[in-house]
């Protein structure tokens, strides 16, 4: 099955995640690392969750990725893909894969982050096949 | 409110010898699966006049009150005063389905403190009238992780599906194999008269059915169902005075599990957790174990917490459910001789009252002789809810028949 729209919805902005949300309308995707124990963590929090330090980096991400688990929701309307995307800097988020062939897809796949613009215009960052040639080194 | 304040005074009085035996004196399923025209807090006190029926007690007999998140208003309270429960201990914990299982080790250590002597427990809902998905329940904007699943919609059935497909991918495990799961239900599930699913289904059948979220198929997931069920825990000095078969309740731990990202781990659940604190404090093994009642929302639950109970090493989860290793009479483990929730009864989106029920009857000898384990004296009662890949709960009980 292709799937082009992944329906996004409108994320929910909290003082702890403007700034995530504000990277995102600039096409930038960010995480979260804790400058203390070296950590990136997932969901971006302010306070690490592995060491309670509160000095925690929002860094750029690369925006490059690999499949870590996904799942076709064929009862989603319209049916999406859920994913867990592994990113380059080693920590794994939930997102949605789009533009893509189901099929084609497998665990390892290279991914490329985009952004889609939600009802009032926030960009959101979901992934999408990335080509062979600009793989991971 | 002085009333109130004698009764718990004479209470005290009455059992002023703490027992350390504690022990499940009452256990009701509500029969129905579809309560269209009953609200939720009538539910719950439908399984509660059930479970002391079954105990032979009566409602001034109950000062403790345990329900989860599925009971209307705040915590106990609007449930508390729908039943008019004079109660001196009450617990609302919610850790998802699995919370009535945690709330048995609750009771077990409130009697033990001398809070009180015979605590109730109830779990009820109607989302099949009200057609709710159980994925609803996860979309709060006021969760901190909420901005970070409600746009990509991470619903439930994919939560676990992704788990399941790591599995396959890690350890090689098959959907035959996770089908094993749905068909031991089956076979279980044709013997309960309310079981909402009583057919026999094959293999076959179950790869046949439609994908829901890949690489689970319609038939490895849950039915949904209203209903409910209570248990009713007491004092051993309440225990002695009731012509029950005596089921004790010898060890319960609980456990949250969930990921930070870079620590993502998709094939091992809190139960390992929740099971090696329970097992501990039993003092008891799996290969001890003679019955297993466990969470069975997907069927990937079911083999995940399998293998985190110790019934086989990690990874071997597959091999092990396979070939009706799990019904009752021919394999090794049987496993939700009621139909579980996958064929019988998944009652407000929380199966952990169930579980307890079914393990009750089976020590009591009162499951259906066609499913009945032949002297099943210890049995583990576990559950395995809310969202596997990311926060859940997990809780482990092991209960015990004394003769």
Redesign the interface.
């Known amino acids: 099955m292709y799937i082009e729209d992944p329906n996004l919805r409108v994320p929910e902005r909290t003082p702890e995640t403007n700034v995530f949300w504000d990277a995102a309308n600039e096409e930038s995707l960010l995480y979260a690392k804790c400058s203390d124990c070296n950590k990136p963590h997932y969901y971006p929090r302010k306070v690490c969750p592995f060491c309670f330090s509160t000095s925690i980096n929002f860094l750029k991400a690369s925006g490059r990725a690999n499949i870590y688990a996904f799942s076709l929701f064929s009862k989603g309307r319209p049916p999406y893909i859920s994913a867990w995307v592994m990113l380059e800097e080693g920590v794994a988020i939930i997102t949605n894969i789009i533009d893509c062939e189901s099929d084609a897809l497998e665990i390892g796949t290279p991914l490329q982050v985009v952004f889609c613009s939600v009802e009032g215009g926030q960009k959101v960052p979901v992934f999408t096949p990335r080509p062979v040639e600009s793989a991971i080194k | 409110m002085l009333t109130h304040l004698i009764c718990v005074v004479l209470r005290e009085r009455k059992f002023l010898k703490m027992s350390d035996n504690i022990f499940i004196v009452g256990a009701y399923e509500h029969p129905t699966r579809l309560a269209t025209n009953k609200s939720v807090a009538q539910l719950h006190a439908e399984v509660a006049i059930g479970a002391l029926e079954d105990a032979g007690l009566s409602k001034g007999d109950i000062d403790g009150f345990f329900c989860a998140g599925d009971a209307p208003g705040i915590g106990p309270l609007s449930i508390l005063e729908y039943l008019g429960l004079d109660v001196s201990y009450s617990d609302s914990t919610d850790i998802g389905g699995s919370s009535p299982v945690a709330q048995v080790g609750h009771a077990m250590r409130a009697i033990r403190d001398g809070k009180c002597n015979v605590a109730l427990i109830t779990s009820a809902g109607r989302p099949r009238s009200e057609a709710g998905g159980a994925g609803d329940l996860t979309e709060r904007?006021e969760y901190?992780?909420?901005?970070?699943?409600?746009?990509?919609?991470?619903?439930l059935?994919?939560?676990y599906?992704?788990?399941a497909?790591?599995h396959m991918?890690e350890f090689g495990t098959t959907s035959e194999q996770l089908a094993w799961i749905k068909v031991a239900s089956s076979h279980h599930a044709q013997h309960n008269p309310n079981a909402l699913l009583p057919n026999l289904v094959t293999v076959e059948e179950v790869l046949a059915s439609?994908?829901?979220?890949?690489?689970?198929h319609r038939l490895d997931c849950c039915v949904i169902s209203d209903g409910g069920g209570a248990v009713i825990v007491a004092c051993q000095e309440v225990a002695k005075s009731l012509n029950r078969p005596k089921i004790r309740v010898r060890g319960v731990g609980e456990a949250v599990g969930y990921?930070?990202?870079?620590d993502?781990n998709?094939t091992t659940s809190a139960v390992r957790h929740s099971a090696k604190s329970a097992f501990l404090e039993a003092n008891v093994t799996p290969e001890d174990i003679k019955y297993l009642s466990t969470y069975d929302s997907f069927t990937i639950t079911v083999l995940l917490a399998i293998e985190d109970l110790g019934f086989c090493e990690k990874g071997q989860g597959g091999r092990f459910v396979a070939d009706g290793n799990l019904i009752s009479g021919v394999g090794r483990l049987p496993v939700n001789t009621d139909g579980g929730g996958l064929s019988s009864n998944h009652p407000a989106h929380r199966g952990g009252i169930t579980k307890i029920i079914e393990t009750v009857r089976q020590l009591r000898g009162e499951a259906h002789p066609a499913v009945q384990v032949n002297s099943c004296d210890l049995a583990v009662a576990n559950g395995l809810g809310g969202m596997l890949?990311?926060r859940h709960g997990a809780a482990t009980a092991i209960l015990e028949r004394i003769s």
């Open positions: 904007p901190p992780e909420s901005g970070f699943e409600v746009p990509y919609r991470a619903a059935a994919p939560s599906a992704m788990c497909q790591r991918h439609p994908l829901i979220s890949s690489p689970l990921t930070r990202g870079s993502i998709l890949d990311r």
